[in-house]
């Protein structure tokens, strides 16, 4: 089945650690995107990728660093220099800017819970 | 910039009640508008989605319409079931060239049905 999978489903970091967070999609989606969502709050855009090897910060891109080596995957790390790191972290994919708006929805992985120990 | 408003929640109704979520908008372009739905513990899913003035999306007896004038797309549902609980959430997307179809997202409205 076609679908973005994102792993862990749960994570936790120690005080100082990086860790990453993993999302693969099998749709040939050319665009890929991370958001964190705290409780309460609308989702918020991390980092995203238009296309293979370039991706742009979004709102609070601080703390956080991605890559885009391969079509399918889009890793986000979360670095020590993130400070408040607990979130729900959202992955999500779309066919491409080049597409007509009509047709470039953003389908959406399980997520990834991320807490601090 | 874009911005999107939802009405506060949380919305508690009783089964077969009529559901209206408020969602406002701003927008530099001509943008397409979304509802999408989460779950419990789940990612979101697209609900629906009106890409031009006077559209309406419908999905699962769902409808919202893109009213241009009022910059609005309210959520409506003459009925609700139980299963309708989880979080709603109104989204904006506005091509450009240096940002994508990168999404705007109000803060979402939790949504419980009792029996």
């Known amino acids: 089945d076609g679908g973005i999978t994102q792993s862990p489903k749960y994570l936790f970091r120690k005080e100082g650690q990086n860790v990453t967070l993993s999302c693969e999609q099998n749709l040939n989606h050319d665009a890929m995107y991370w958001y964190r969502q705290d409780p309460g709050q609308g989702l918020r855009l991390i980092y995203y990728s238009q296309i293979v090897n370039d991706f742009q910060k979004g709102d609070i891109a601080e703390g956080y660093s991605v890559s885009r080596e391969k079509k399918e995957s889009f890793p986000l790390t979360v670095t020590s220099a993130q400070k408040n790191p607990t979130a729900f972290y959202l992955c999500?994919?779309?066919?491409?800017?080049?597409?007509?708006?009509?047709?470039?929805?953003?389908?959406f992985g399980a997520g990834t819970r991320l807490s601090v120990l | 910039g874009n911005s999107v408003t939802q009405m506060e929640g949380p919305v508690t109704l009783s089964e077969e009640a009529f559901l209206t979520i408020n969602c406002t908008y701003t927008a530099t372009g001509y943008p397409s508008l979304f509802w999408y739905v989460q779950y419990p513990g789940e990612g979101l899913q697209l609900l629906l989605k009106?890409?031009?003035?006077?559209d309406k999306g419908s999905n699962k007896g769902f409808e919202a319409t893109y009213r241009k004038e009022t910059t609005s797309f309210h959520l409506e549902k003459g009925s609700v079931q139980v299963s309708d609980s989880a979080v709603y959430f109104c989204a904006l997307s506005v091509i450009g060239q240096t940002s994508g179809s990168r999404l705007t997202f109000g803060e979402g409205t939790q949504l419980t049905v009792n029996p």
């Open positions: 999500a994919s779309s066919i491409g800017y080049r597409t007509i708006l009509a047709k470039n929805i953003q389908y």
């Open positions: 009106a890409t031009k003035a006077d």
